[in-house]
């Protein structure tokens, strides 16, 4: 299977394909109201990492056909120690029916910080978007994408350029109907934003009296966005909907060039314009504000024991997720399903755990993580949910479990859904 990114030597060589390949896009649209035939965006995915030194990447990555037969990788050093070639290919078989995918990816260490990687594509979304999904998934991966609840997206439409999207996308049917669906893929390269995976309807969900909302997805590019923007975050039942998935932004440099993205809530950018720079300029901060979050009001209250002078003291604090939407409180019914679905160990939470009911109206769970196998405990009731993230000896325990959970529980249950920590607060 061939594809359509080259293979790159030099750190010059990436950059100008990359340079000449969302020049070619924006003017294309501009002229020809489409893209060239097989051209596609660029799309960047900025991916987690946890407890990876970069020297081990080769390796590393090489070593994921060992692990898991189906998934296959190629690693191509360049000229910098901090860029490579990736050649991703996955085989699936399906009855008698066998499909390949495949794609070259330019993954960038972060100069910031290694715990994060850029994976860089000129490829179809429909095969890229799977490719990375099915290697950040894959169990003892210790990789996770980064997740932008709707405080955060909100936070980089204000901060970090002119809004020119929105995308709206709220999904309670999946929570209380046949479970969480596996993503579709379509070839979001033309549609700017993922497809609907599936409406679920009502005789799909057991209870549908007095649920206000089911299911919402709304999507507007334009100037027009501030303005719905405004309208959802004033109306009182409009809130009830509010789970921000995507925003496009427009950012400009000094001498006028400029880039256009659309950033999704699960860290991917699709993009056009005239500068390459201002998009890993806009990966760059996103990436700063999302690690200052991390490092500075997530794992700086992890739970452990500090030694003192008279032996052992508690540190850290639980973190508490305050839930606004009442119907786990007018539904009883809900709340058992609820807590079944949610640490069943599927994406998007990742969270497996023994269930014990210790009162009608309360759950006490005893969960690992998936994503890298850290312990997490949590107090689950229809009015506020407590996760206690434990620090671990000579490990380093990653706080982005506590994203994933926030921003999945303000998609999939409540958009009005709130987090902090017991000792400094709002963490946003």
Known sequence: MTTNAPIVKTRKEFWSLMERHVSKTYYHLIEEVRLPYE??????????????????????????KLRQTELFAEVIPTDDPRLYNVI???????KDKISIKKAVFYLEISP??????????????????????????????????????????????????????????????????????????????????????????????PFTEGIFATEFTMRIWGEVSGRILKKFIEDEDLQKLSSISSIGIKRKEDRGDFIIEDITFWGKFLSRGTSFLEHIKTIQEIESRYFRVLSKKIETELLSAEKSNFGYRPKGSPFIITLKNTELTDNPKFFDSFVNKIFSGKPPFRIFGIKSKVAKDEYVIYGTDLHNGDPIELEVTPEWITLHLRSIPNKNVCGNTILRFFTNIQRYYDPQAKLESEENGPIF
Request: charged share 30%.
């Open 39 to 64: 051209h596609n965006y660029l799309k960047s995915y900025l991916i987690e990492v946890n407890s990876l030194d970069p020297r081990e990447i080769p390796m590393y990555i090489r070593q994921i």
């Open 112 to 205: 910031q910080s290694p715990r994060f990687w850029v994976f860089h594509t000129i490829e179809k979304s429909q095969i890229t978007d799977y490719l990375l999904k099915y290697l950040i998934l894959k169990p003892g991966s210790r990789l996770d994408s980064p997740w932008f609840s709707t405080p955060l997206l909100l936070d980089f439409s204000e901060k970090l350029g002119e809004l020119r999207g929105l995308g709206i996308q709220y999904k309670y049917s999946e929570v209380f109907g046949n479970g969480f669906e596996e993503e579709t893929n379509e070839d979001k390269d033309r549609d700017f934003e993922e497809l609907p995976e599936g409406v679920i309807s009502p005789e799909d969900i």
């Open 88 to 94: 991703l290919m996955a085989r699936t078989r399906r």
